[in-house]
């Protein structure tokens, strides 16, 4: 997750490791069992971009064995290219997840939808604030260009979800989350941006989820909930992290 007003180098969305198809090292497959995962490992507040869609999940994707249960899915997000990677081995092999703690960003926009079936243990964090789509939509409407770096996102995306196509949710984004973007640079191949958000971010509840997202999760999130939902945001995102849901929005508290 990131800050209310962040830059955003575009160039990073296109390199080459958005199209590659090369495994990264193998690992170990994430634990099924969703407590035994729980207590061993970071959250945002404690350490910011922890758990992020990296080589390291991407690998525990390859290696887990679906006879063992869903996936164990817990993820801070990230980079982009990484997410359409891993969302790429979650739709060959088809698998099933079940969130822990934690799902945002890229996990919601680009894993979640890649998986046959998903789960919520224990009333999960899930947010969006936005992606990178959408950003480029914005970025297009004030500069009026398409670059090519932007042409290229969309079609490795489109490739990676050719079967299962995401739904759009640019405009309910834009509007719930207040996202606007000023373009800071602009050449013959990409575009560099500045994103400003009225809200860090949005709490889907199951019920936005299934309509916006297509996602129809087992068992409830934490925005189906408000008094979960500020319990959740207090102890694993960043101080002062604030997150609109339902129309209220929450903050989460303060060292």
């Not at 887990?64 to 817990?74: E, I, T």
């Amino acid at each position: 997750m990131s800050q209310r007003r962040s830059v955003i180098s575009w160039l990073a969305v296109v390199t080459a490791s958005l199209l590659a198809s090369a495994a990264p090292p193998q690992g170990s497959a994430v634990s099924a069992d969703p407590d035994a995962w729980v207590t061993k490992t970071c959250t945002p507040r404690s350490e910011p971009g922890c758990a992020p869609v990296d080589h390291g999940l991407i690998a525990d994707l390859r290696a887990h064995d679906p006879a063992d249960g869903p996936f164990a899915l817990r993820s801070s997000g990230g980079f982009t290219p990484n997410s359409l990677i891993a969302a790429g081995v979650i739709l060959e092999r088809g698998l099933d997840a079940v969130i822990v703690d934690f799902c945002l960003s890229a996990c919601l926009e680009h894993l979640l939808p890649a998986f046959n079936r998903v789960a919520a243990h224990d009333q999960p964090l899930v947010l969006a604030h936005g992606n990178t789509d959408i950003f480029f939509r914005l970025l297009e409407a004030e500069t009026g260009r398409t670059p090519a770096c932007m042409t290229r996102y969309r079609r490795a995306r489109d490739s990676v979800f050719a079967n299962k196509p995401l739904p759009d949710t640019a405009q309910v984004q834009i509007e719930t989350v207040g996202l606007s973007v000023t373009a800071t640079g602009v050449d013959e191949f990409c575009v560099q941006g500045e994103v400003n958000r009225r809200h860090d971010a949005w709490a889907p509840t199951s019920a936005e989820l299934a309509r916006h997202f297509g996602l129809e999760i087992e068992g409830a999130v934490a925005a189906d909930d408000p008094g979960v939902l500020q319990q959740r945001l207090d102890s694993l995102m960043p101080p002062g992290t604030t997150v609109i849901s339902g129309g209220q929005v929450y903050t989460s508290a303060n060292d």
